[in-house]
């Protein structure tokens, strides 16, 4: 999880929001094992109401399964599992690390990305404006990389990236979509591009059945 500031909110019965919040540089990333760490005071876990409860400087309580594994708890949603978190124990230090099953990491990068291609309200000066994108290009990568940046201005567009090794090539088509109606970067060649959304997302194996868009490309 790449953020500054890692937040989880629980809902208290009288509508209140308590914050566990774990900063950048207080945890550690496994991109290999897809979780990230963090350090924690103590835990406690209460089989009858099946609720998980860390503590940091602030305590936050989860509802989980225990599992067969010793210190490991299920997290479900919908009777559908959704992630697990594994309690590790060394000295006297425990640290929490958490893992999101692939299905559900997928769901919030869609809607992440459903926000970037459909537009999304920003506030200023009391009113709510849009943001809708008027150029878009996204490709399918071998490694995260922001590909693109130094090679798109307004009115121009340096078609020799579209070389690049890191581009995912499907029967001969590059994995690259492009939006551009009113041509801000000048006319592009998508002879060999991606101009449908849906279809891009498909061919990439990222889209759900429910119609949801799921990939993490370099926008």
């Not at 000066?125 to 990389?145: D, H, R, T, W």
């Not at 590059?174 to 449908?196: A, H, R």
Request: net charge positive; hydrophobic share 30%; aromatic share 10%.
């Amino acid at each position: 999880i790449e953020q500054e500031e890692q937040t989880i909110k629980e809902k208290k019965s009288k509508g209140k929001t308590k914050t566990f919040k774990i900063y950048e540089g207080e945890y550690e990333i496994d991109d290999d094992g897809n979780f990230y760490k963090f350090t924690i005071g103590k835990y406690s876990y209460n089989a009858d109401k099946k609720i998980l409860t860390l503590s940091l400087v602030l305590t936050h309580s989860i509802e989980a399964d225990k599992t067969e594994k010793d210190k490991n708890y299920s997290i479900k949603k919908r009777n559908n599992p959704v992630g697990e978190i594994t309690i590790e124990v060394k000295d006297s230090k425990k640290k929490a690390i958490f893992k999101l099953e692939d299905s559900e990491k997928k769901k919030r990068l869609g809607q992440i990305l459903g926000v970037l291609k459909n537009g999304l309200i920003y506030h200023s000066s009391g009113e709510n404006e849009g943001i809708v994108p008027m150029f878009m290009i996204a490709a399918g990568l071998k490694v995260p990389i922001p590909l693109f940046n130094s090679y798109v201005e307004l009115g121009s567009f340096e078609s020799s990236i579209m070389k690049n090794g890191y581009i995912f090539v499907n029967s001969n088509k590059k994995m690259v979509y492009i939006y551009n109606p009113k041509n801000l970067v000048g006319n592009i060649d998508t002879t060999n591009l991606y101009t449908e959304w849906d279809c891009f997302l498909k061919d990439l194996g990222v889209k759900t059945n429910n119609g949801t868009n799921q990939t993490s490309p370099e926008n």
